[in-house]
């Protein structure tokens, strides 16, 4: 079945420690996105990719970095220099167009001890 | 800027009771409109969209009209169930942005009880 994948589903890390959450597709989507969502909120943008090796800061990039070297893939590597990283991170992808429907992955949840 | 804006949660019924949530946008040209449902501890799933003026969504018995005059988007069920108790997450997608990141409103819990 077609969709997205993101793992692992739990993340605990040190304080001090660069973790990386995999979000790999399927679906042949040219965008991908990832997003935080902190409890009782809302959703924030991190980092987006439109195309194969190119990738733009969202609203929140400081602290994070990416990769796109494959369509299927887009890690999120979360550094030390994220203050507050205990959150829940969201994959998505798209096709092109305004229309179309953004997909999302399971989420993973990322805690610091 | 383009912003969403939704009712605050949470919001509580009882089964079979009419629920609405509003959500209104600002945007420049004629944004996508977009519903989202999170259950506990899981992504989000689309609940239903409509891409213009007038456009009425629906999936699951819930239905959202997409009225440009109102900038609104609100989300109505019938009767709902137990089973909706979960998060809704109004958004937008630019149609200026062809490759589209979403705008999110905060999200309103809906708490469904027996």
Redesign the interface.
Known sequence: DGGITQSPKYLFRKEGQNVTLSCEQNLNHDAMYWYRQDPGQGLRLIYYSQIVNDFQKGDIAEGYSVSREKKESFPLTVTSAQKNPTAFYLCASTPPRSGNTIYFGEGSWLTVV | GDSVTQMEGPVTLSEEAFLTINCTYTATGY??L?W?VQYP??????LL?A?KADDKGSNKGFEATYRKETTSFHLEKGSVQVSDSAVY?CAL??????????Q????T?VVVTP
């Open positions: 944004p996508s977009f989202y501890g899981e992504g989000l799933q689309l969209k891409t997450f997608r630019l149609s200026t942005d062809s490759w589209g990141k979403l999110f409103g905060a999200g819990q």
